[in-house]
């Protein structure tokens, strides 16, 4: 069971010459996340939601406190879904899959082909990337980062860059692949009906990077689009959304 733990964390971006003052991205965030959850971070741009998945990925450092992402009492394998697909185009779908896999054999393309199953594409494995749609190429990225049998699912607005359509279908095999898995996910967005859809737990954060609320979610899944327990948290969640504007605005602290 993988756990994520982050406490005081804090990043700062220096001044630049575009941008005269330094930044702050997070501002002492604490959580801790563990076992067989899906948990969406939302925010409003500058809320250091990418930062805090990049710097839990190990791909950014922080410029104070920690963050550990532990299995069993050791580091955790994580695995990445990012806004983009980031196929390489000179390789097949099969073969970006087994890109990320540290020894190549007839086991793991069957995984590969298994993955890709999973998210409806059992019959792409032999095309290339620019052989599919924006839609299918992203596909192929949640079924890449599952391969690595991750610890930690990190996602970064996967669905961000695509049609209202194709990102309800792909929350839908999202969905499906992760009650199957139950990985311990860290899911960032800006759209609240994902994350009401998707997750078991929302924390929402203010500019700045500081934690504006935590709210727990418990409904049935898989949760469809158009649910009316669906829609009644999400009017939840925006009025706290709208309340946060408020305080920021305003600045009061608090809910």
Do not use: C
Not at 53 to 82: D, H, K, M, W
């Amino acid at each position: 069971m993988a756990t994520v733990l982050i406490e005081d964390l804090t990043k700062v971006y220096p001044p630049t010459i575009n941008n005269p003052k330094q930044v702050q991205a997070l501002g002492g965030l604490s959580m801790s996340i563990t076992g067989n959850v899906f948990v969406a971070v939302v925010g409003p741009s500058g809320s250091g939601k990418t930062t805090l998945l990049n710097i839990v990925a190990g791909v950014e450092l922080p410029t104070s406190g920690s963050v550990r992402a532990l299995q069993e009492g050791v580091p955790a394998r994580v695995g990445y879904v990012f806004q983009e697909p980031r196929l390489l185009p000179w390789r097949t779908v099969v073969d970006n899959m087994l890109y990320v896999q540290d020894r190549k054999s007839d086991r793991s393309r069957r995984e590969a082909e298994f993955y890709l199953q999973m998210v409806g594409l059992g019959d792409v494995a032999d095309l290339y990337p620019s052989q599919l749609s924006g839609g299918m190429q992203q596909r192929v990225g949640i079924a890449r980062a599952f391969l690595v049998n991750p610890d930690v699912l990190l996602l970064d607005e996967p669905f961000s860059h695509l049609d209202a359509l194709t990102g309800r279908s792909l929350r839908d095999y999202l969905q499906r692949i992760w009650l199957q898995s139950r990985k311990t996910a860290l899911f960032v967005t800006h759209d609240v009906t994902e994350a009401v859809e998707l997750a078991d737990r929302i924390v929402m954060l203010r500019p700045g990077g500081v934690t504006y609320d935590d709210i727990s979610i418990d409904l049935p899944r898989p949760r469809r689009h158009g649910d009316p327990a669906v829609r009644d948290i999400q009017d939840e969640v925006l009025r706290r959304f709208d309340a946060m504007g408020a305080a920021v605005r305003f600045g009061a602290e608090g809910v």
